[in-house]
């Protein structure tokens, strides 16, 4: 499986969060033994965004994104693919622009997306994916 990390699907890693052991062994141990793990490049500013919002000290925050910038994970860019993707997402209903743009790589990419967040089940049929709160998905 190609996966590709939503945002809080890394920070349940990053955190140690109870599903960081099966995100752990999405980056570190990929099914086809290459660099199989990614994510979207807005992921990086949303990681950052949110571990400065925990009130960490700025030295903490930077070390901290440093080293997961040092994980093998694939840093995706958008091209004409993801953003006609990123109109059929919002046609589907409100999306934040960066969740939006993070299940457009996926689908632009044909990665199974992972993630914690309910409101991607508006995008069943359409973006294969994995929410790790919930067993069997």
């Not at 920070?11 to 062994?25: F, K, P, S, T």
């Not at 997961?68 to 694939?74: D, E, F, G, H, T």
């Not at 914690?116 to 995008?123: A, I, P």
Request: proline letters at 4%.
């Amino acid at each position: 499986m190609m996966a590709l990390l939503d945002t809080s699907a890394l920070m349940a890693y990053l955190l140690g969060e109870a599903e960081a052991d099966e995100v752990e062994q999405l980056i570190l141990e990929p099914p086809t033994g290459s660099a199989d793990c990614a994510v979207c490049f807005a992921t990086w500013v949303e990681v950052y965004g949110r571990l400065r919002a925990m009130d960490l000290p700025s030295g903490e925050v930077d070390a901290q994104v440093r080293d997961a910038r040092l994980l093998p994970i694939v840093t995706l860019w958008p091209d004409e693919r993801v953003l006609g993707n990123m109109l059929t997402i919002k046609s589907k209903g409100y999306f934040p622009f960066a969740d939006a743009l993070i299940a457009a790589t996926a689908m632009g990419f044909h990665r199974v997306l992972i993630h914690r967040d309910e409101h991607f089940d508006l995008l069943k049929g359409i973006l294969a994916m994995r929410n790790l709160g919930r067993s069997g998905e």
